[in-house]
């Protein structure tokens, strides 16, 4: 942006605050119809509609700018998506009622961008740009934000985290190409300045980069490495936790080009971005990328899709693999970024599983139905000789589920049928659900008051565990109470799945305990979630080289673990697709999940049925009951019949809601878990 563009901007917003006080202006000569998008979320209705633009308002109404328009009788919101000298429309136009703001907001790239992601979810566009544009604050708008200094160069131009690997990738993206890669990072690695420095190799070129990860925790530390590869001006950081006076400043620091580079969380996913040549994204099997308003977008498929439309390079990253992934690259969408075995094998941490040979067992008989066997002991003594021990419990809290002393039935709260717990070492247990403490607790399938642990929480795993390390630090991070970085002191650092801090040198050992309770969720991608978490976990202990030892605590028999063993999170993602193919399971199908009441969703269905031709293949599973009032179905086709799937589904909902038919029906499209 050039220094004088503000002013023109502040007397844009004069003429436009004038203009509401004088009789209607004539209509504008130059492009007299602007197509508007208006914010109206009824299938039926999702098309933009053309304007007349009054003559006094020519200037401001420009695309991508801010308007109300008259509609069915109420003034609305809009986006200006372009001026045309004449409109397809036989009918009378009536004006613009007037600018809301001239900033153009709504950039054509992510127009398109927005409308194609409607197509690809069964949404309409004004629900995406809900998600695309930030509420808008005047006074934010009106501050003086230059960004008219050149885009300085990067500090550093390294590549080191980047030499375990081939250099196709970056070479292309230094040339201005367009590849697509999945990248499977070594133990160890330093992901955030491995992406700081694709971020700067494309901004060398002159081209934009958007680099996402999952959450605030993650954001933080992608941001210092930007500091030190990019500098302090060489990327906005934007994330919906910023607030939202601070989320559209740098929103406009993006749109305005103050920086090539863009970082953020889900929300950063339609940044607007000059020239980009780069959308990166860190550990995409994480369910924070899943939008939860609709249309339900995932960030990864977000930016697949502008990579694809904007002919730029495209990163999906992580320690793991997703299912999801691994199908880019068997369909040749994206190709393997992926060090030689000789550079895993020297940066993974040797791992076992407790039980998993003859002289553990021999050791100790219970090695494989102990919580904490003795071999689990003996790593941990062992690190904590050298440096601080990981130990990752699937639950948090103290003892978050009881059941029956004598027969193992569930307790139950008598009022309300909740779950009961204790939260502490002493007192009563108490429901999850309404609080209620059960001092007078009685089995009802045998009558014993005894209770004991169906499973244990990582505040009760570290008592259990200061008591059997008298002397060592312990510490948890999980909830309300995150740690970021821990030192390389001996330490016992107890936390919950996602939650584990980075310890500086890394991890001397971890334990990962109750490996059966991942595997048991009842989702269909509990296995691969519950791999995502522990490769995410033992990438943080130190090389096998250095001493690095990693125990689960579990079945030795079982695929998920087994793939920790061998570290081969390629080989488990690609018998993972294999194995939802023959189950017919995203992403080898395509699925939409219909929920709402019986009736309505039965109707949509049968419009659904008339829509799709008997070759699509359509396969209906359900309905079942949700609540009293609502059930879900699933409806799913093969992949190759899935443009048609979504395409059919939003028209049947055109179809109701034109008809104004009873119940509102929600749709979502490949949704992130199914059980």
């Known amino acids: 942006m050039t220094s004088h563009e503000p002013e023109q901007l502040t ?13 209607p202006a004539e209509i504008t000569e130059s492009l007299p119809v602007a197509r508007i998008a208006v914010d109206v979320s009824l299938p039926h209705l999702d098309r933009p509609f053309d304007y007349l633009v009054p003559e006094d308002l020519a200037a401001a109404a420009q695309p991508g700018a801010r308007v109300k328009v008259r509609f069915a009788g109420k003034d609305l919101d809009g986006f200006v998506l372009e001026r045309r000298a004449e409109s397809d429309h036989d009918g009378k136009l009536v004006r613009i009622r007037k600018v809301v703001s001239p900033e153009a907001v709504l950039t054509p790239e992510i127009a398109d961008l927005c409308r194609a992601v409607a197509d690809r979810y069964a949404g309409v566009f004004a629900d995406v740009t809900r998600l695309a544009v930030p509420p808008r604050h005047a006074k934010v ?8 200094q050149p885009a ?17 990738f970056l070479d292309a993206v230094a040339r201005a190409e367009a590849p697509r890669a ?64 601070a989320r559209y400043r740098a929103f406009l620091a993006a749109l305005r080009g103050c920086a090539r580079v863009v970082i953020g969380t889900r929300a950063a996913a339609f940044a607007p971005i000059a020239n980009l040549g780069l959308v990166a994204l860190w550990d995409d099997g994480d369910d924070s990328y899943a939008e939860p308003r609709a249309p339900y977008p995932h960030a990864r498929e977000v930016l697949l899709l502008r990579a694809f439309r904007q002919k730029c390079a495209a990163l999906i990253g992580g320690y793991a693999r997703s299912a999801e ?40 008989p219970s090695a494989r139905a102990a919580r904490l066997p003795s071999r689990a002991f003996e790593i941990a003594r062992y690190g904590l000789k050298t440096g601080p021990v990981l130990v990752q419990v699937p639950r948090a809290g103290y003892l978050p589920s009881l059941v029956c002393q004598t027969c193992r039935a569930p307790s139950r709260c008598a009022t309300c049928g909740g779950a009961l ?36 929480g990582a505040r009760r795993t570290a008592e259990e565990l200061g008591r059997a390390f008298p002397g060592v630090l312990v510490r948890t991070s999980g909830g309300d109470n995150m740690l970021d970085v821990v030192s390389g002191e001996p330490a016992l650092i107890v936390t919950t799945p996602g939650a584990e801090p980075v310890a500086e040198g890394g991890y001397a050992a971890a334990l990962l ?18 791999v995502r978490r522990w490769f995410n976990a033992a990438a943080l202990v130190r090389p096998a080289g250095a001493g690095g030892m990693v125990i689960l605590v579990g079945d030795p028999s079982a695929l998920q673990l087994q793939a920790i063993v061998r570290w081969s999170p390629e080989g488990y993602a690609t018998r993972e697709v294999e194995d939802r193919r023959s189950a017919r399971l995203a992403p080898a199908a395509k699925l939409a999940e219909v929920t709402g009441p019986s009736d309505s969703v039965a109707d949509l269905i049968t419009h659904l049925r008339a829509l799709l031709a008997p070759s699509a293949g359509l396969e209906v599973l359900g309905p079942v009951d949700v609540d009293d009032e609502t059930v879900r179905a699933i409806v799913r086709t093969p992949r190759a019949h899935g443009t048609a799937l979504v395409r059919a589904l939003k028209e049947a909902q055109a179809t109701r809601t034109t ?17």
Do not use: N
Request: glycine content about 8%; charged content about 25%; hydrophobic content about 40%.
């Open 421 to 456: 717990r204790r939260t502490g070492g002493s007192g009563p247990a108490s429901c999850s659900v309404c609080g209620r403490p059960a001092a007078d607790h009685r089995c009802p399938e045998c009558g014993d008051t005894r209770m004991r642990a169906a499973v244990i």
């Open 141 to 148: 708008e009106g501050e003086p934000l230059r960004c008219d």
């Open 182 to 245: 999945v990248w499977t990072a070594v133990p160890g690695a330093d992901w955030a300045i491995a992406f700081a420095q694709a971020a700067a190799v494309c901004a060398a070129s002159g081209r934009g980069a958007l680099l996402l990860v999952p959450d605030a925790r993650d954001l933080a530390r992608l941001a210092e490495a930007c500091k030190e590869v990019l500098g302090e001006s060489g990327f906005v950081s934007l994330s919906a936790d910023l607030g939202p006076t």
């Open 11 to 23: 007397l844009l917003r004069k003429t436009v605050r004038k203009s509401r006080t004088k009789e």
């Open 325 to 364: 992934a691994a199908a880019l690259i068997e369909s040749g969408f994206a190709h393997e970024l992926i060090a030689d075995r000789k550079a895993i094998r020297a940066a993974a941490p040797s791992v076992h599983i407790a039980g998993e040979s003859d002289i553990d067992l021999a050791r100790d």
């Open 152 to 168: 300085r160069p990067p500090v550093s131009t390294s590549r080191s985290e980047w030499s375990p690997y081939p250099s196709g």
């Open 659 to 675: 008809k104004k038919s009873p119940g509102s029906v929600r749709i979502q499209v490949d949704p992130p878990s199914f059980g």
């Open 513 to 530: 305990l109750d490996t059966w309770l991942m595997l048991a969720r009842p989702d269909l991608r509990a296995p691969e979630e519950a």
